[in-house]
């Protein structure tokens, strides 16, 4: 981004920085609850770019009052400064870095929950195996974050492994964290049941889905199918003889939702009802990227669920990521939970992909 369009931007955001801070003001004043939340909101979203912004602005007067010593008389006073300057134009330079990524345009989904979705993939037992896997490494991570996880569908087969686990992980901008997460990952290791020693490639995909809002998606009740049934357990074998569970039918997209694992024919419809509107949620939002990325060429790579994103290989203790080129030898400690240099490399790629497309705009437009 250029110097000039970029000064351009600051000098907006400053501008609606302090708006908003009059408006917070008048708004407690006239006593509008509406209008003070809706303001402060506004407000503690912009302050982090204000604040690097604010810290850019001292640096550049350091940096000015520093050139004024480097050309001064004094040999010894003009050394110090010489070098000073080389340090404060350095952290100028990472502050204009910061503040290029705080004025990337934020993906309106960050803040949101989670549905997250594993299914087994190629590989019989040893896939399902691997879903479980998948399931606790995603779920201890979300401990040490303070999230909330609850299951909200679970189908396990006779061996203990998973065919398919819906699960809702709630917290503080969950969504921003783990949606890089979605599509097929693959496991090579050697199957406990192996005794020959030979490595076995299984597969697992994984679905992030925001959590959708009944706001978000209207739902007519006459596009729906909803039938019930007496849920059962692995094998078959019946849980309870009341039609408690229930299976809702979306006639417009054929999607379907079971949902068993409550006693309650009420809880199992409101828990189905939730997947499949982050369901209907998630094919809209793919369909408005789609657009965008035709009409902007702004795509930074889809994370689609069909491309093979990350690859666990057990045999080298290490866990590639396909799409960013990394590769990191600590697989146990990552299947633990222990994946924040993971996402903050793929959060890093990502943004500077979004910066190239930003730029080719701007280069564009121009």
Known sequence: M??????????????????????????????DPAEYRASTKALAELQPL????????????????TRELAGGD????????????????????ALLAEIEILLLPRDPNDDRNVVLEIRAGTGGDEAGLFAGDLFRMYSRFSEGQGWRVEVLSLNETGVGAVKEIVTLIEGNRVYSRL??????????????????????????????????????????????????????GPGGQSVNTTYSAV???????????????????????????KVLRSRLYEIERQRQQD?????????????????????????QNRITDHRIGATFHRLAAMLDGDLDELIGSLTTYYQAEQLKSAEGLDGDAG
């Open 179 to 232: 949606k890089y997460e979605s599509g097929v990952h693959r496991v090579q290791r050697v199957p406990a049941t192996e005794a020959s020693g030979r490595i076995h490639t299984s597969t697992a995909t994984v679905a992030v889905l925001p959590e959708a809002e009944e706001v978000d998606v209207r739902i007519d009740p006459k596009d729906l199918r909803i039938d019930t049934f007496c849920s059962s």
């Open 2 to 31: 250029g110097d000039g369009l970029l000064f351009e931007k600051l000098r907006t955001v400053e501008s609606r920085y302090e708006s908003l801070v009059g408006r917070i003001s008048d708004a407690a004043v006239q006593a």
């Open 291 to 315: 657009e965008i990325a035709q009409d902007r060429r702004t795509q930074v790579g889809s994370g689609g669920r069909s491309e093979k994103i990350r690859t666990y290989n057990f045999p």
């Open 247 to 273: 299976r809702i039918t979306h006639i417009p997209t054929g999607l379907v939702v079971s949902q068993q694992d409550e006693k309650s024919q009420i809880k199992n419809k409101a828990k189905a009802m």
């Open 74 to 93: 004094d040999v010894e006073l003009r050394n110090l400064a010489e070098q000073e300057l080389q340090e404060l134009e350095a952290r100028r330079a």
């Open 50 to 65: 204000v604040d690097k912004v604010r810290e850019h602005q001292a640096v550049e007067r350091e940096i000015g009052e």
